[in-house]
């Protein structure tokens, strides 16, 4: 029931107080030791200690390499006489493949004189024909129009009855090859039958 530990594993537990209870002081750890200086002499982080002297500094520019190639370049150029030597006398053949070519230039090309045409005057291909009332061409003149009350189809037949069409309707018809196969193969036969099918 309520308030029973019958049954668990580990048993009550003990009421815990809400005081706080009294911590130890925080001590915190010591420094890391320190090693020996490097003894004087060796040139590391003292400056004329060396045999020799001190080495001045040189700015190095970001794309110098590229710069010093680019006057070498310039300065191989100016040393050129002059451009490189071209051959025009390519050989040719004995004779040329186009038997109309020529070195000659070609004279001036004559344009005949431009004819004046005359315009010749318009003929019609059929005299008009006489106006009868409009202009549709009729033999006769146009009829007056004349008013007619208009009346409604009365009819006196009765409707017919709808009689469908005598006859078979269409549906589905078995396959050619299905009514083979039934009739051809029985229990006996099914294991050597030949079926052939036009």
Known sequence: GLGSFYGTIG???????????DKARYVPPGKNF????????????YANLTIGEQYEHLPDEYDLARIIAKKAQEQHKQLFKGGPFRLNLYP???FDMNPYFTDKPLPPEKKPPSEKRVA????PSSPAKKVRGMKGGTFDP???????ETKGVTSTKERQIFHPPPGPKSRPVTS?????VKRSLNAKNYKNAQLTVF
């Open 92 to 94: 040719q053949e004995y």
């Open 142 to 148: 146009y009829p007056s129009h004349s008013v007619k």
């Open 34 to 45: 320190y090693t020996n200086p490097g003894k004087k002499g060796t040139g590391y982080g």
């Open 11 to 21: 048993g009550s537990y003990p009421y815990f107080s809400p005081q706080v209870r």
């Open 120 to 123: 010749l005057p318009f003929i």
């Open 176 to 180: 050619i090859i299905t009514l083979n």
